[in-house]
């Protein structure tokens, strides 16, 4: 592993602090003394995220509003900032909103960054972007794997995570902004529970399993913050991506299995993994005839890159960030099947 | 059968625009040529999930290089009229997405210059083409409930939607600087139900709006009533109910007639047949009746496939494209579309008198009082503490 850089004597600029993964990377950076600027947009509940960290780390956290896609705000956030973490990302809503909370605030971020002078810029991506459609089953995702090129026949929220990144690189050329990509599988934790799209989608009171003998590219929230926090303190690594998946990645079925036996009821459809292509064709076809009635929710790009059965590396994470998933995945599933329970 | 093709544009690639592509998608002789937005990733989403061949940041190039016939603007309402002035001008016909222009008075500017351009002008009340509203105005017309004596409009807007929460969380998001707000960018769909059946061009109005959510720094709810000389309309806007109505009851002489447009249903209650308790058995009957009647009628329609959200878009999207094409008028007449934003403009003119007076009186009470008396009720006082911080904001 490279050698590392005090955070203590860093001002770091992180965005999406109030998110799942936000608190957990803002608690890991304060609870190694860095000095930690929050921006958050306005009407946040910044209570939550004060009850999450404790009152002891928010005396080293400061809170500031603003609109990323604003450039003056942004300007101001970064203000004397050595590292910004940008964490913020929408999540849902219809594509133009996504892009427009998550690409061009990504965008304007950066510019800012870039004009101030900003050492590193750690962006968290998601591992969806990768076209693994294109892979063999079976074969290995890491990261030489090429970026989705076709990223519109995906669902909004991959489309847009695509967009980000081809912005990033973008902008990190043209103005030397040293990037550092962090690309987590499904961050699960307390609060957000283990059923996820890798494994199956919810119906009404079912869960239409896809599949189920595929291994899930977990990573447990805890984890996945260590990764993102050394991502930005790490020498040596600027312009590299980083895959973050745990350890002993379980398959869907496992998951499943795990989840009932916390004493959660869940029906679940079994579609077979030979079986999906079929769905995805008739959904096609049927929306095709239909002039969308029911929207293609399925088709045979989106279920290749979402469904198939892949090996998952973090060999470069281990070897350049040093990163270890701490939490083990029975531990981790253990704390969060216990969570409201 | 329609056999020239006809190509069209697209300026401000939003989230409305999906719904407008998607749309034009299914006019089989209908060319979207090119995308247009100011934000190029904004044109190039769009241009990429619809196959559009092309994408512009400059609506005069776009022009230029596409000469598309019909150009659609799904931009905030603050650009319509400017931009309508400058298509116009180019000689291209102008479909315009609700609302019109930020007041009547840019709404007769942008018709004058249609028609000294001979170019056709729509605007999308496209509900009036919903199915469902195509049979409910059948059925009025047919005399189902007699002679309309009153029509009640309800809208439900989900805050917690995709466009509500961009809304709620963007202090300087657009729709907060229009002088009617959160309510200017929709209401004109509950309106333009109730003016159907209401002719009259300047209707008594009586209007209201406060909001029930405290956090929140704009009304969010408005209450209206209009009376014209032989139709009354009531319209509620409400942010906090579920499910999120589209429903408008039209009461007549005869009876009543109730449209789902959400829901794609039409309930009807007329006058009792029979006397006295045996009618309290006959009017269930008649409501499973109509009910198995509504079953069978929509699972035909989905087993055809004829479930779409926005089929009123289309179907006005297709008649204002046949109009262009054959040199007819537009669906929506530019009366109409005058008539109802000068009615928008004076419901909001309502509102804000009645917020000014509601504010007047706190500082009123304020002043002779040291605190606001606190009412018992709960929801009185989260009305209350919606309504300080609206009379805050307000100068």
């Not at chain 1, 279920?303 to 981790?332: C, F, H, I």
């Not at chain 2, 109505?245 to 447009?261: A, F, K, Q």
């Amino acid at each position: 592993m490279n050698s590392t850089t005090d955070i203590a004597a860093m001002q770091v600029l992180l965005t999406g602090a109030t998110g799942f993964l936000g608190r957990r990377v803002l608690r890991e950076l304060v609870d190694e003394g860095g000095a930690v600027r929050c921006a958050v947009r306005t009407g946040s509940d910044i209570n939550r995220l004060r009850d999450f960290i404790g009152a002891r780390r928010w005396n080293q956290t400061e809170t500031v509003s603003g609109q990323l896609t604003n450039l003056d705000h942004c300007r101001a956030l970064v203000t004397g900032c050595d590292v910004v973490y940008h964490a913020a990302a929408a999540l849902s809503g219809c594509p133009s909103n996504l892009v427009m909370n998550s690409v061009i605030s990504t965008r304007t971020l950066m510019t800012a960054a870039a004009e101030a002078d900003v050492s590193r810029f750690v962006l968290i991506s998601s591992l969806g972007v990768y076209g693994s459609q294109k892979l063999a089953s079976h074969s290995v995702l890491d990261e030489t794997c090429p970026v989705d090129t076709a990223g519109f026949l995906r669902d909004p929220y991959t489309y847009s995570k695509i967009l980000q990144e081809e912005v990033a690189w973008q902008i990190a050329n043209e103005h030397q902004l040293p990037l550092v990509v962090v690309r987590p599988g499904v961050i699960f934790g307390e609060e957000r529970g283990v059923l996820c799209h890798r494994i199956g989608l919810s119906i009404g009171h079912h869960l239409l399993r896809m599949g189920g003998s595929q291994r899930v590219p977990f990573t447990y929230v805890d984890n996945c913050a260590d990764a993102v926090k050394r991502a930005g303190i790490v020498a040596g690594i600027d312009g590299e991506v980083f895959n973050i998946v745990d350890d002993d990645l379980p398959t869907g079925r496992q998951v499943i299995r795990e989840h009932r036996k916390s004493g959660r009821k869940l029906k679940v459809i079994g579609i077979p993994q030979f079986a999906i292509n079929w769905l995805a064709d008739f959904n096609e076809y049927y929306s095709r005839k239909t002039e969308q009635q029911i929207p293609a929710v399925l088709t045979r790009y989106r279920v290749q890159a979402m469904w198939k059965s892949l090996r998952y590396s973090n060999d470069l994470a281990k070897q350049k960030l040093g990163w270890r998933p701490t939490t083990t995945l029975d531990e981790a599933f253990e704390r969060t099947l216990a969570f409201d329970a | 059968m329609i056999e020239k093709r006809i190509k069209i544009g697209l300026v401000g690639c939003g989230q409305i625009a999906d719904a407008h592509l998607q749309q034009i998608r299914r006019i089989p002789w209908a060319d979207p040529v090119a995308v247009c937005d100011l934000e190029p990733l904004l044109a190039r989403q769009a241009a990429e999930r619809f196959e559009i061949p092309g994408q512009f940041t400059d609506l005069d190039q776009m022009i230029e290089q596409t000469r598309p016939d019909v150009v659609h603007l799904t931009t905030p309402v603050g650009s319509h009229r400017p931009l309508a002035l400058q298509l116009l001008a180019a000689g291209v016909h102008v479909y315009v997405e609700k609302p019109f222009t930020v007041d009547a008075d840019e709404a007769r500017e942008v018709l004058a210059a249609a028609r000294q351009a001979g170019r056709l002008v729509c605007l999308g009340h496209d509900q009036l083409f919903d199915p469902a509203w195509l049979e409910c105005r059948r059925r009025v017309a047919a005399g189902a409930v007699g002679d309309v004596q009153h029509v009640e409009s309800v809208l439900g807007y989900p805050l917690d939607g995709p466009f509500g929460t961009q809304v709620v969380a963007n202090v300087d998001h657009w729709v907060r600087r229009l002088p009617g707000g959160l309510f200017q960018n929709t209401i004109s769909h509950p309106l333009y139900r109730i003016t159907e059946f209401l002719r009259d061009d300047e209707p008594e109005i009586q209007a209201a709006w406060f909001s029930r959510v405290p956090r929140i720094p704009f009304p969010t709810e408005l209450r209206a009533h209009l009376a014209g000389e032989q139709v009354t309309g009531s319209l509620l806007f409400m942010s906090t109910t579920k499910p999120c109505h589209r429903l408008t009851r039209i009461y007549g002489t005869d009876g009543s007639l109730e449209v789902n447009l959400t829901s794609q249903l039409i309930r009807t209650d007329q006058i009792d047949r029979y006397p006295g308790a045996i009618a309290r058995i006959e009017v269930p009957w008649r409501q499973v009746r109509e009910a198995s009647r509504n079953f069978r009628q929509n699972l035909l329609r989905f087993w055809r496939g004829d479930f779409h959200y926005f089929d009123g878009l289309k179907e006005m999207f297709r008649q204002f494209y046949q109009a262009i094409l054959e040199g007819g008028e537009s669906p929506v007449s530019g009366e109409e579309i005058v008539r109802v934003t000068a009615i928008m403009d004076r419901m909001f003119h309502a509102c804000q008198r009645e917020d000014d007076k509601r504010c007047d009186g706190r500082r009123q009470r304020r002043t002779t009082h040291s605190h606001i008396p606190e009412t018992e009720n709960a929801f009185e006082k989260r009305c209350d503490a919606a309504d300080e911080v609206l009379c805050e904001k307000s100068p």
